[in-house]
C-alpha cells in the first residue's frame, strides 16, 4: 500500500492511507509518523484527507498513547490535519470516559476553529468520546455539546 500511497495519485493515494490504516487498526502503529510526514509532503488534499482518516484509525481505543500524535496533529497549520485530529481523539477515546476532561477541553478549543470542516470534526469527535457515558457525567457537558452542534 505504500507503493501505491507514493505514486502521488490523488484517488488512489487517499485510499492506501485509508487502507493502512484500517491495516494498522488501534495499533498505534509507529507507521502514524510516517504517514504523518507523507501528508506534509503531499499537495494533493485526496491524500492529506485519507491519510488523517488513517491516522484516525490506528489510534483507535488507544487512548493516552494517541496523545503526543493528538497534540502536533491539533497544532498543524493545515486544516485538514487538524480535522484529522479531531478522528484521532474521538476514535482514541471513544466511549472510554478516561481523560474526559482532557479531551473536552481540547475540542473545545477546536470547536472555535477558523475552518467549518474542523468545528465539524471537533463535534463528532465531542460525541463520540461521550458516547455511552451515564447520563450523570455527559450532564455538565450537555451544553457544550449542543453549542457544539449548532456551530458546526
Not at 39 to 48: M, N, S, V, W
Not at 72 to 91: C, T
Not at 136 to 148: C, N
Request: net charge negative; glycine share 12%.
Amino acid at each position: 500500500m505504500k507503493n501505491v500511497l507514493y505514486t502521488d495519485d490523488a484517488v488512489a493515494g487517499e485510499a492506501a492511507g485509508i487502507g493502512m490504516g484500517l491495516l494498522c487498526c488501534g495499533t498505534g502503529s509507529d507507521k502514524a509518523q510516517e504517514m504523518l510526514a507523507y501528508a506534509h509532503d503531499t499537495q494533493h488534499e485526496k491524500i492529506i484527507r485519507g491519510l488523517a482518516m488513517g491516522l484516525a484509525l490506528i489510534s483507535y481505543g488507544i487512548e493516552e498513547a494517541a496523545d503526543t500524535l493528538i497534540e502536533q496533529m491539533s497544532r498543524e497549520q493545515d486544516p485538514i490535519l487538524r480535522y484529522g485530529a479531531m478522528y484521532v481523539l474521538g476514535l482514541a477515546y471513544r466511549g472510554t470516559g478516561t481523560g474526559l476532561r482532557e479531551a473536552v477541553s481540547l475540542l473545545e478549543g477546536m470547536l472555535n476553529d477558523n475552518t467549518d470542516f474542523v468545528r465539524q470534526g471537533a463535534s463528532i469527535a465531542l460525541a463520540l468520546v461521550l458516547g455511552q457515558q451515564p447520563e450523570s457525567v455527559v450532564e455538565p457537558f450537555r451544553k457544550k455539546v449542543s453549542l457544539a452542534a449548532v456551530w458546526a
